[in-house]
């Protein structure tokens, strides 16, 4: 026989930064975080976890159909905490099948290019977690499972929930409390849109996970940002959510990513994550908000050079139909509706930088967290 049970989980796009390991083997962070999880209809990962004594006898992870090493110690990590919840159940209901035991076979698809630098690490553990969960039929809330999902990847912890999702980094040494939980759903600010600008990379930077244990070793910058910096971010940004206030959202999210790349210049040696295309990205941000005379559109960087823009619904044509305008067509737009704007009032250079720089564009919007998908 065999057992399996299926699930999608999102993308999600920090507004306040996770960058720096207090733990770096149980994945302890520095800082609280707090992230918008994105529409699965663009961006998901979609995981089938199956079990069966005809299996095996190693676990096994197919990729967008390529074999994944499954040694590594995160997925260990989430294996065996999955293995250890499972067991403490079959141990108390004597007619549960004995499935934690048995080997596992996991089967992973993204709907989006793993090519492109977006996060696929975080929709991908979070998918595991939540498909191996459901196989199990673990009892556990998307929080105790974040405490999982999070030795995966720190970031994987905040895709469990949909909305808007904080990480609060705890103080406990297990890491018991270092979770996941939901600031709002998407349904009280349902009218945030993420605009994502691919932008070509020539080369692969310096992994975060590698890029944010040196920057925590060099940087005095850092110890700052962690003190006073993100807990006052933090602080404003859940007000902002809650009373869906965007000029402060998109305030403290634009001077949260320049925060966290300052600290990556501090770091030595300098990690430069943005390029020249982001910096257009930037200006031509600024030079919108400027138009509007106020901030309608923010933008933030993870780990790479693509810019992802942050505004209201009714923003559209303004934010996302100014993009248009210098983008002009490009993948991504087809079936959005966005009236393209004149490009008068962005800066020309970065017009040009864009232009060349931007080779798609995903529009997309804040959304729910994992769904359980048909069982097969
Ligand atoms: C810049 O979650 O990928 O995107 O825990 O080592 O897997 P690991 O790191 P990861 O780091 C994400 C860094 C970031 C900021 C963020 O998502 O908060």
Redesign the pocket.
Known sequence: KVYQASTTAPV???V????G?RDPKL?LPTNS?L?VTLSQSDLRTHTTAACSSTFGPEDTLLLNSSPQDVSGA?TQACFRELRTLRSALEASNASLPKLASLPLRIVSENNFPTAAGL?S??AGFAALVRAIANLYELPSSPTELSRIA?Q?????C?SLFGGYVAWEMGANEDGSDSVAVEVAPASHWPTMRALILVVSAEKKGV???SG?QITVATSELSKHRFAVVVPKHMEAMKKAIQEKDFETFGKVTMVESNS?HATCLDTFPPIFYMNDVSKAAIRAVEDINTRAGKIIAAYTF??GPNAVIYYEEENTDAVAGAVKGVLGELDGWEGKEVKVQDTKAIDAKAVQALKDGVSRVILTSVGEGPIRTQDS
């Open positions: 999600n796009i920090a306040v930064k996770y960058w390991k994945n975080s992230s995160r996060a690490s975080a999070r995966g990847s720190g970031s994987a905040r992994s975060s996970t944010m966290f993870d780990a």
